[in-house]
């Protein structure tokens, strides 16, 4: 016969497991209905190990220069997920923008295969012409927003320009009744130097500013989230263009914790390329905008001193780390 020492023994084994599993789905809920959580993140090269025909993935494999093997790809995946989940102490982030990630088959994975799996996420992203194959996608808790439709917006080059990424384009509900438009962007980058690639991330932001006011002549106070990585300052060219399309940026001023002041470093000195941005009513609900930048996510930079973020690879050097920009994070009541 069982002793009630003993059975009072397993009634608290129990409790105890059952206090565990209660605390581990809270954090895998969305943030409170008073409460949205973006996040933005530029994943460094989320490539899985297989050879997608007609792109130049051939780096990303695993017999090539950086032996792209598939336990280097789910630790990737992995602490990109860590990576995301960290971002928010009160349940997940509500809407994530994501720039660099390869293909369907990689966003499955972190959606449904990776520490992030019982999130809940799906997501949704673009089919570009890029060369590398390279995309953005938007990952999206449906308990926070319910699309209603999405697509692509191509990117027409101009001279000397090569296909770039689409932009996503994603309109949904946040509420009954309340119905936010959501643009995900990577820009071209500044190979071949800022003023002979400047044009290139100009074609960008005029598709961007055409699809603004398309949507303003239909819904003249829309609201508009737009999010990602355009390798430009907040004072250049093309987030000044887009800023005048009564575009305010969320993040301009964003800051993180160990002295980080921006989410790329490049020659030991912060730049501030990914942007959180949106419509004047919007911005009036930012209650907080920062650079995510726990200590795992650094690493010590011996050549010009301070942080640098983690980056998976170190020129050729693999460090099994994540990647080598910082999340931004924007709250909105």
């Known amino acids: 016969m069982m002793s009630d020492k003993y059975r009072m023994k397993k009634v608290g084994r129990w409790l105890r497991f059952l206090l565990l599993l209660i605390t581990y789905h809270s954090s895998l809920i969305p943030s409170t209905a008073q409460q949205l959580t973006v996040v933005e993140l530029n994943c460094e090269n989320l490539f899985d190990y297989r050879h997608d025909e007609g792109k130049d993935d051939t780096e ?8 792209w093997t598939k336990k280097r790809y789910w ?13 928010s102490d009160d349940g997940i982030p509500d809407l994530i923008a994501l720039c660099e990630v390869e293909n369907d088959s990689v966003l499955n994975d972190l959606t449904h295969r990776s520490l992030l799996r019982n999130a809940g996420y799906e997501y949704l992203m673009t089919n570009s012409p890029d060369v590398r194959g390279v995309d953005v996608a938007l990952l999206y808790s449906p308990f926070s927003f319910a699309p209603l439709r999405s697509y692509s917006l191509r990117v027409t080059p101009v001279e000397g320009m090569r296909p770039t990424r689409d932009i996503l384009y ?47 002549a239909v819904t003249s106070d829309a609201q508009i989230l737009i999010a990602g990585d355009f390798n430009d300052g907040p004072d250049d060219p093309m987030l000044q263009q887009i800023c005048r399309q009564r575009i305010r940026n969320f993040t301009r001023d964003a800051r993180g914790a160990n002295g980080v002041k921006g989410t790329y470093r490049y020659k030991g000195e912060w730049e501030r390329i990914d942007h959180i941005l949106g419509s004047p009513n919007i911005y009036n609900k930012v209650d907080t905008a920062y650079i995510h930048a726990p200590k795992f996510l650094l690493e010590e930079e011996k050549l010009y001193g301070g942080f640098r973020p983690r980056r998976t690879y170190n020129g050729m050097r693999y460090q099994a780390a994540y990647s080598d920009h910082l999340p931004l994070v924007v709250r909105l009541r």
């Open 75 to 87: 630790r990737k995946l992995n602490n990109i997920a860590q990576e995301l989940l960290s971002t």
């Open 170 to 216: 994603a309109c949904g509900l946040i509420n009954p009744g309340d119905t936010l438009h959501i643009f995900v962007v990577h820009a071209p980058s500044r190979y071949g130097g800022e003023r002979y690639s400047q044009p290139f991330r100009q074609a960008v932001a005029d598709r961007l500013c055409l699809s603004l006011d398309s949507i303003r």
């Open 60 to 67: 990303y494999l695993p017999e090539t220069t950086r032996h």
